[in-house]
């Protein structure tokens, strides 16, 4: 499970990546498994609707099960499936790289994580690196 503690370290972690290879500010979302906001922060200077970007990303990771660079390429070759599953699930799927998996050591997907505010491999990089500053496994698909 995704505690508030571990949500802080993915967050501090991904902050800490973009300070150091200069990303545009960042917001970044960290659901639970029921894709449950357990925290989110933004960095000064992130534009708005930020959130529903980032929020978007992480709950399409895990209301398709793969990480939303493998939502991309779904798109890319299945289009109208991914435009059902977008209104099946409320508009919250954003399908580019971003929005990343978190499992535990047993493999298991416990949330995932959403971020916005740089390109969306800028973003997927940071996700990728705060997941790992938690000791947890990141899967991007």
Known sequence: MITLAIAKTIISGAQDEASKNNFKPLS???LDKGANVVAFEKQDGSS???FEIAFGKANGALALGMGSRALMARAESQA???NAATAAIGGSLIPV???VLVKDASGATI???GISGDTSDNDEAAAIAGIIAAGLTPDAG
Do not use: H, T, W
Request: aromatic share 14%; charged share 15%.
């Open 80 to 82: 109208y499936f991914i």
């Open 28 to 30: 970044v979302v960290v």
């Open 111 to 113: 949330g995932a994580v």
């Open 48 to 50: 708005n609707k930020r």
């Open 97 to 99: 790289p971003g929005g």
